[in-house]
């Protein structure tokens, strides 16, 4: 059974910094891609930042380069999403997802077109400034 359950989240001053956690389990993570995605109010959800194992890639939606890093260890089955200089257009709800197709044939839009075939429960990010 696949499992993605995340953790982290908060309210942050703008600026500020966040470590988002999430722990996987129920599939084999290095023959899938696996990432983070957000949904802001009003908004449609998108990709924030992915790594897509089929080719070692790592993505990032750009309004987050140089701010967020994506990092995992498969062995312990946990993914992390560092945030740092948060800004209050970072508000959102964040998702841990996963999917066996690649992102690479979505190219600069995989973060609008790509989606997951599972999903973790979401967890609340609010940057107030």
């Known amino acids: 059974q696949v499992q993605l359950v995340e953790s982290g989240g908060g309210l942050v001053q703008a600026g500020g910094s966040l470590r988002l956690t999430c722990k996987f389990s129920?599939?084999?993570?290095?023959?899938?891609?696996i990432g983070w995605f957000r949904e802001a109010p009003g908004k449609k959800r998108e990709g924030v930042a992915c790594?897509?194992?089929?080719?070692?890639?790592?993505y990032y939606v750009d309004s987050v380069k140089g701010r967020f890093t994506i990092a995992r260890d498969s062995a312990k089955g946990m993914l992390w999403l560092e945030m740092n200089n948060l800004k209050p257009e970072d508000t959102a709800v964040y998702y841990c997802?996963?999917?066996?197709?690649?992102?690479?044939?979505?190219?600069?839009?995989?973060?609008?077109?790509?989606?997951?075939?599972?999903w973790g429960h979401g967890t609340q990010v609010t940057v107030s400034s």
């Open positions: 997802t996963t999917a066996a197709h690649p992102l690479s044939s979505y190219g600069s839009r995989w973060h609008e077109l790509w989606q997951g075939d599972y």
């Open positions: 129920g599939f084999r993570e290095e023959y899938r891609a």
């Open positions: 790594i897509n194992n089929f080719d070692g890639r790592i």
